[in-house]
């Protein structure tokens, strides 16, 4: 009997351990995002300058940081629909065919309001070359 009492307690143990471990992952913290960039070229004639396009996606449910970008952003919604809090104006919400203009380091953040699909924008941006294309804010 107390052998028996061990080896529950035993495969107890290891049972609560495994499910710790195997749990890591799930409650591990996911980026709200991602962004790629497609095509990135110097701009003729404005030395110091250069074009970036970007594919931006904000996956299901997912709120991105606050940030700015150093240079203007030039936006248009591919899909999806989002809510964007821009600093000192009120919430706007962009869906698929909509865009918007920010100036440079014009802080603010995206929401994407659906819970089972993902907002994708198209971004054109002019930066200083060398410049990081978005700067997160506290």
């Known amino acids: 009997m107390k052998r028996n009492a061990v080896m529950i307690t035993l495969v107890l143990a290891i049972a609560i351990t495994m499910g710790l471990i195997g749990s890591q992952p799930i409650n591990a913290q996911q980026p709200p995002g991602k962004s ?26 997912a709120v991105g940081g606050k940030h700015y970008h150093p240079g203007y952003e030039f936006s248009y919604v591919l899909e999806g629909s989002m809510i964007l ?51 997160p804010v506290k």
């Open 85 to 135: 809090e821009v600093e000192g104006k009120p919430l706007a919400t962009y869906t698929v065919g909509e865009s918007y203009i920010l100036p440079p380091k014009q802080v603010h953040y995206a929401k994407n309001v659906s819970m089972t699909a993902s907002v994708k924008v198209l971004s054109f941006s002019i930066v200083d070359k060398g410049q990081p294309l978005a700067v």
């Open 36 to 61: 790629t960039v497609l095509q990135r070229t110097d701009i003729a004639g404005i030395e110091g300058k250069e074009g970036v396009i970007i594919l931006a996606e904000l996956f299901p449910g």
